[in-house]
């Protein structure tokens, strides 16, 4: 099936994305922010995340008035190494933003900082938080909660949100070690963007009531939003090929997202109340920052980084494959080529930017495929 993919220009991208958010009513600065943080993951490779979620996962919470566009950050309780942020439903962006780099000034002075965060919305790619203290020369971890998912292993309810746990080591390459992913096998914006392209999923993503493999990505993402279906953990169905590992580390980023935060967590984050309507997801994150320095020397720290990550892709290679890649250098080489080729986009991100154009009147703009 020909899905008609044109290239556009990150920049171009970015730069609607950013009206479009002032239009609504983001304050510029944070929809500057916002534009950022989904267009890194566009550039990243990560199509899941970036502006193919723009419309459905923010611009619609907005309209739907369960998201605040003006984000007031409110520090809670704090001291030298620690703080508690309350986002009172605004732009998880710009709130994971402010609480990385309040995280990253606490560790410079004192080693470490760490900082959670209550009531926030849906942040986009970990891995921007946590690149963001490996560009300070620092390590970096973050993870994040979401609306229920995953079915713990032996179970078919979705309970747990997709949950990353994400860490950013900086290194003497051209770029950092980043591990950014779900503790699922896989997570809802992979399956949207299979849905989008009209391909089938693999065999183990997604599992019904009766525990059965579900591969037909609409069937899918209506099950995960009426709970009929549910994601599976890292290692998939059962234990047999480990399954209760991805359960067990969902559950630590749940536990790390609302504990310490006193937040909203599992069922608390559906989006929706008793009787059916939407209310906010009131998410929490956390943002933890290691100053390299207070260990020992960063170069010396880099150079051991780089060592283990060289000696890891020169191993020997399995038959047919001729290459092995470490955490975020897939990540890299997209970067590096789509920054020159642009973002490619499907009929239906067109449809999605032609419509958004109109209903805010931003004419100025236009794309390759009005051509």
Request: aromatic fraction near 8%; charged fraction near 25%; glycine fraction near 10%.
């Amino acid at each position: 099936m020909s899905l008609n993919i044109v290239y556009e220009s990150a920049d171009k991208l970015e730069a609607f994305m950013r009206d479009v958010f002032i239009e609504i009513g983001v304050p510029a600065e944070d929809a500057a922010v916002c534009a950022e943080v989904l267009i890194e993951s566009d550039r990243r490779g990560i199509d899941s995340h970036g502006i193919g979620r723009f419309k459905p996962i923010y611009i619609d919470r907005i309209k739907d008035g369960i998201q605040n566009p003006v984000t007031r950050f409110e520090v809670v309780r704090q001291n030298p190494t620690t703080a508690v942020i309350d986002g009172h439903d605004g732009m998880g962006h710009v709130i994971g933003k402010k609480s990385m780099q309040m995280a990253i000034d606490k560790a410079e002075k004192y080693g470490m900082g760490m900082v959670v965060v209550r009531n926030s919305t849906h942040y986009g790619i970990a891995g921007y938080y946590a690149t963001m203290a490996t560009q300070s020369n620092m390590i970096g971890m973050t993870g994040t909660n979401a609306r229920p998912s995953i079915a713990p292993t032996f179970g078919v309810e979705n309970m747990l949100g997709t949950n990353p746990l994400t860490i950013g080591i900086p290194s003497d390459e051209e770029f950092p070690f980043v591990l950014d992913c779900a503790t699922a096998v896989s997570q809802r914006g992979k399956i949207e963007h299979y849905d989008r392209i009209s391909k089938t999923m693999p065999e183990g993503w997604v599992i019904d009531r009766e525990g059965k493999s579900e591969t037909n990505p609409s069937i899918a993402l209506k099950g995960l939003t009426d709970e009929t279906a549910a994601l599976t953990p890292l290692g998939g169905i059962g234990d047999e090929t480990a399954g209760y590992k991805g359960y067990g580390y969902a559950t630590v980023v749940e536990i790390m997202s609302a504990a310490l935060q006193q937040g909203n967590f599992m069922k608390a984050l559906s989006g929706v109340d008793a009787n059916g309507s939407k209310i906010p997801y009131g998410l929490g994150h956390f943002f933890i920052a290691i100053d390299i320095s207070a260990f020992v020397e960063l170069d010396k720290f880099k150079k051991t980084t780089g060592n283990i990550l060289r000696e890891l892709r020169a191993s020997q290679k399995m038959p047919g494959h001729d290459r092995i890649y470490t955490a975020g250098e897939l990540e890299y080489i997209a970067k590096v080529s789509r920054n020159a080729t642009g973002i490619p986009l499907n009929d239906s991100l067109k449809s999605t930017l032609r419509g958004l154009r109109e209903e805010y009147k931003l004419y100025s703009y236009r794309f390759s495929f009005d051509q």
